[in-house]
Structure formats: C-alpha cells, structure tokens
C-alpha cells in the first residue's frame, strides 16, 4: 500500500492508488506496474511504500489498524498498529458454526435418544427454527419440549458443551 507525503511526516493522500499518481501527474506516463515497492523513482514524486510489520498476537486479541506514521530514522512509513483483548461476545461469535452444532448435535447418543421421543410436529419446528437462525424460537421450543418429556441424564451438560463450542447461544 502507499501513500503520497510532501513534507514528512505529513499524509498528503492515503491510501494513495495509481489512478492518483496518474491524476496527480497527467502529463507523465507511468507504467502499469510503476507503484512498487521496488520503484526507487517514487521519492520523484513523493510517494512512499508503506511498510508493513503487524504486533505478534495471541488468540485473544484483535488488531487495530491506524494512520501509518513517518519512521525519520530510516525516511520511511510504516502501518501503525493497536491491539487490544477481544470481549466476551467477540471471542464467542468467532465459534459461531451452526453446522458443525448440528452435526455433533445429531451425532450425540443422547440426543438422538431424546429426539427418538419427540412427536415429528415439534421436530419439524425445531429443525425449521434452526435453519430459520432463529435461536430465540429453538430456545422457547426446547424450553417447551424439555418439561413434557424428560431428558437423558447428563443430556444437558453434553449438549450445552456442543453449544458452546459451537458458539451457539442456546440454554439446555
């Protein structure tokens, strides 16, 4: 990526594209690969690369891109970067896999033992609301089911483990 800097380290342009340099400079013919980093020509014009070295992270932070910012001891711009921890709900929409819930879910003795029970009315809503994304109707179904007909015992604590991997938001 570059930008266009006529007194550093003062952004002139950013991000700073070909068709710029080409309005900037209407009179001059630049090759299609003329922004490179490679190009030494660019100082001509003041237009700089800018180099790109992100923070280490862990798996529980996030990155934040900012403004690059002028490096004098080397008379280059680099991406400037913050991190901070990723909330709660961050970390859990990254689990989000409706599918893979599914398929442990289905794939779970317990479960399958559970649904063997239910009338295909109510199951057919379940499956509905589910491929609907709709959890606020799966949560108030299953709510309903599990009073008239009795779950497995450590049905719960398996299936809430499959939701939570899963990023699924759902109570069992």
């Excluded at 690969?33 to 996030?62: G, K």
């Excluded at 015992?153 to 939570?164: F, H, P, Y």
């Amino acid at each position: 990526m570059f930008l266009k800097s006529t007194n550093p380290p003062i952004i002139d342009k950013y991000p700073y594209t070909f068709e710029n340099l080409r309005n900037d400079y209407p009179n001059t013919m630049f090759p299609l690969d003329y922004l490179s980093p490679d190009n030494e020509v660019l100082d001509d014009y003041y237009v700089y690369f800018i180099i790109d070295n992100p923070p280490e992270l862990t798996a529980t932070q996030l990155i934040i891109s900012k403004l690059p910012i002028y490096n004098s001891d080397l008379n280059r711009f680099e991406f400037n970067y913050e991190t901070r921890e990723k909330t709660d709900d961050e970390l859990f929409a990254e689990r989000y896999n409706p599918v893979q819930f599914m398929k442990d879910l289905l794939a779970n003795d317990l479960f399958n033992q559970w649904a063997d029970t239910i009338p295909v009315k109510y199951f057919v809503i379940l499956v509905t609301a589910f491929n609907n994304n709709s959890l606020d109707t799966l949560q108030s179904i299953y709510d309903t089911l599990k009073l008239q007909i009795p779950l497995p015992d450590n049905a719960q604590l398996q299936w809430q483990e499959i939701a939570n991997n899963n990023g699924i938001n759902i109570i069992f």
